[in-house]
């Protein structure tokens, strides 16, 4: 019997694509890293040397034309995902996208469409819908553990750039999709949307702290910051249930993250204190009634089957998993594009309920 041939990745990007997407794909089972793209041709192909990959290359292109590629694992600035995306997509590659996915949801949405017209499977990195803690969080929703829901509140608040010393880069930029919105905001729309469905309104507002930041470029002179690092978001979701949340990535000793539920019937709060690690320490506490909360034993059958010092890497393997079961049975499943259309629509309205100061009204999916 022949053996299955794997399915070949090319990497593109090198930041967090090197840290987690090239590891989780030489883990899995059923693929292989087949090609890096590096904007330096040099860079790409020391890359491919260290980690034994057959093509290095600062040409997407040419990466897009190998045979040897079937998917392409996008994980540049958010400023270069929408043209990255169409050349792949165009090459009749399917691809796995970091979030956010793009600068605004209009490009989301052309990709998403690009994607179902050429047949290709379309994977958005959307990792809490991976984690044990948060896949027992949705058991427990779906079983109405708290019945109605009264308030939803979340807080994201980690020291991840509170020092003023660290460095300008395009994270600081708005315009290059820069800022804790994009970061962590990305996430939290997605895992609303999965756990308790869609938004009706929304009312934000966004703040920089830190309005300068050295650049290592120009010799450290300090350079304007123009993305938030903190937000304020105020949503009502179609159901009624109203939700607050706060997020910042300046807040020295921040209480980390957590999502707290309160029902008719009983309270869960999901949540982690780990300021480093946003994956690692999540646990689940829940309350029936006005009794104590107490945490509750993750199941083995949820479990990871294996952990790493990095606590991404897990769950990006899941993430994996999804995109080689979607290309085996072509079908597109969640998260897909589609899904991370949604979460970029609120992106968008969250940046537009700012500017006008005012609560907007969510428009229907497409």
Same mark, same amino acid.
């Given at each position: ?13 090198? !930041?967090?694509?090197?840290?987690? $997407?090239? %590891? ?6 059923? @693929?292989?890293?087949? /090609?890096?793209?590096?904007?330096? #041709?040099?860079? /790409? ?22 045979? *040897? ?10 400023? #270069? ?9 165009? &090459? ?7 979030? +956010?996915? &793009?600068?605004?949801?209009?490009? @989301? ?9 050429? !047949? ?43 020092? +003023? &010393? ?20 990305? $996430?939290?729309? *997605? ?32 350079? +304007?910051?123009?993305? *938030? ?7 009502? #979701?179609?159901?009624? @249930? ?38 690692? !320490? ?9 009794? %104590? ?9 949820? /479990? ?10 897990? %769950? ?16 597109? #499943? ?13 992106? *968008? ?14 428009? %229907?999916?497409?």
């Amino acid at each position: 019997m022949n053996k299955k041939k794997k399915i070949g990745v090319a990497i593109v990007g090198t !930041g967090f694509g090197k840290q987690i $997407h090239l %590891p989780a794909f030489q883990i899995h089972p059923s @693929t292989e890293v087949t /090609a890096i793209y590096h904007r330096n #041709l040099d860079k /790409a192909r020391a890359i491919a040397q260290e980690y034994n990959i057959p093509y290095g290359s600062d040409n997407l292109e040419e990466i897009c034309s190998l045979s *040897d590629v079937d998917v392409v694992s996008i994980s540049t600035p958010p400023f #270069l995902h929408y043209e990255m995306g169409k050349i792949a997509l165009e &090459n009749n590659k399917h691809i796995l996208m970091e979030k +956010p996915l &793009n600068l605004n949801a209009n490009e @989301t949405k052309k990709l998403d469409q690009l994607a179902q017209e050429k !047949g290709k499977i379309a994977i958005a990195d959307f990792e809490f819908r991976f984690i044990p803690a948060w896949q027992l969080l949705k058991e427990y929703l779906e079983q109405d553990y708290v019945g109605n829901i009264r308030l939803i509140k979340i807080d994201w608040l980690v020291p991840s750039r509170a020092n +003023p &010393n660290r460095s300008w880069n395009w994270y600081s930029v708005k315009e290059k999709g820069g800022g804790a919105l994009g970061a962590f905001g990305s $996430h939290v729309f *997605d895992y609303l949307h999965w756990l308790f469905g869609e938004v009706d309104t929304i009312s934000a507002h966004l703040s920089c702290a830190i309005a300068q930041r050295p650049d290592p470029l120009s010799n450290n002179q300090l350079k +304007p910051v123009t993305a *938030d690092d903190t937000c304020l978001i105020t949503l009502e #979701l179609k159901t009624g @249930t109203p939700v607050q949340i706060n997020l910042s990535s300046v807040t020295y000793q921040g209480r980390g993250h957590w999502l707290e539920i309160y029902g008719e019937k009983g309270t869960l709060v999901l949540g982690s204190s780990n300021l480093k690690d946003y994956v690692h !320490g999540f646990k689940l506490y829940a309350s029936d009634g006005d009794k %104590p909360l107490t945490e509750v034993e993750i199941p083995k059958r949820l /479990a990871f089957p294996q952990v790493y010092t990095d606590g991404r890497l897990a %769950p990006f393997i899941r993430v994996v998993d999804q995109l080689v079961n979607s290309i085996d049975t072509n079908i597109n #499943l969640q998260p897909s594009l589609k899904e991370g259309y949604y979460s970029q629509l609120l992106m *968008d309205l969250t940046q537009e309920s700012h500017q006008q100061k005012k609560q907007l009204k969510i428009k %229907p999916l497409y």
